[in-house]
């Protein structure tokens, strides 16, 4: 069964930086399309960035520039390097598995990051 | 401001039929077949129970249904019971390698 697991989240100050981690279990990373989203408190969902298989890297306006996806394939492992973060970063990120179409067919729990002076 | 409206709120009685709307504003939005829908409860990570407009993953009942009319995508979930009661997100494919959501519905059981 494929299972994703997020951590590395936190709280910090404006212009910190944080890694977030995402464990994969029942597939292997680099063979799909994966990527991050987000949901701030009581609002909607947001993608955040996206990984292809091939290498090809997605971003959102609001984070492109600041935020890079990558995938450590020796741990089976997604991550999101942030940088510069400001308060509207402040979210739940989450973890999801990408079928067709931008289709999230497995999320994990999330991990939360609050950017906060 | 989401590329798909979504209203704020359904409702219904269990048993009754509900059907919450997704209108795209993307020219893509009615070109591609790349739209999911997602329930979430309270605290919980988003849940598929629709894509590519109208499949059911493995294990989503039956009652969960999908459809697309031009711009609008239409989710309806028959025979209401007290736990469909959640958020309901709409998402799709933009054409541009990526993809959007609605602000999402809460649906309230009666």
């Known amino acids: 069964e494929l299972q994703v697991e997020e951590s590395g989240g936190g709280l910090l100050q404006p212009g910190g930086s944080l890694k977030l981690s995402c464990a994969v279990s029942?597939?292997?990373?680099?063979?799909?399309?994966m990527s991050w989203a987000r949901q701030a408190a009581g609002k909607g969902l947001e993608w955040v960035a996206a990984?292809?298989?091939?290498?090809?890297?997605f971003y959102a306006d609001s984070v492109r520039g600041r935020f890079t996806i990558f995938r450590d394939n020796s741990n089976n492992a997604l991550h999101l390097q942030m940088n510069s973060l400001r308060a509207e970063d402040t979210a739940l990120y989450y973890c999801?598995?990408?079928?067709?179409?931008?289709?999230?067919?497995?999320w994990g729990r999330g991990t939360p990051v609050t950017v906060s002076s | 401001q989401s590329a798909l409206t979504q209203p704020p709120s359904a409702s219904g009685s269990p048993g009754q039929s509900v059907t919450i709307s997704c209108t795209g504003t993307?020219?893509?939005?009615?070109?591609?077949?790349?739209v999911s829908w997602y329930q979430q409860h309270p605290g919980k990570a988003p849940k598929l129970i629709i894509y590519?407009?109208?499949k059911r993953p493995s294990g989503v009942p039956y009652r969960f249904s999908g459809s697309k009319s031009g711009n609008t995508a239409s989710l309806t979930v028959s025979g209401l019971q007290a736990e469909d009661e959640a958020d309901y997100y709409c998402?799709?494919?933009?054409?541009?390698?990526?993809?959007?959501f609605g602000g999402g519905t809460k649906l309230t059981v009666l």
């Open positions: 590519e407009v109208n």
């Open positions: 993307n020219s893509n939005f009615g070109f591609y077949n790349y």
């Open positions: 990984l292809y298989p091939d290498g090809r890297t």
């Open positions: 029942g597939t292997t990373v680099s063979q799909n399309h």
């Open positions: 998402g799709s494919y933009t054409g541009n390698e990526w993809g959007v």
């Open positions: 999801v598995r990408l079928i067709g179409g931008y289709t999230g067919d497995h």
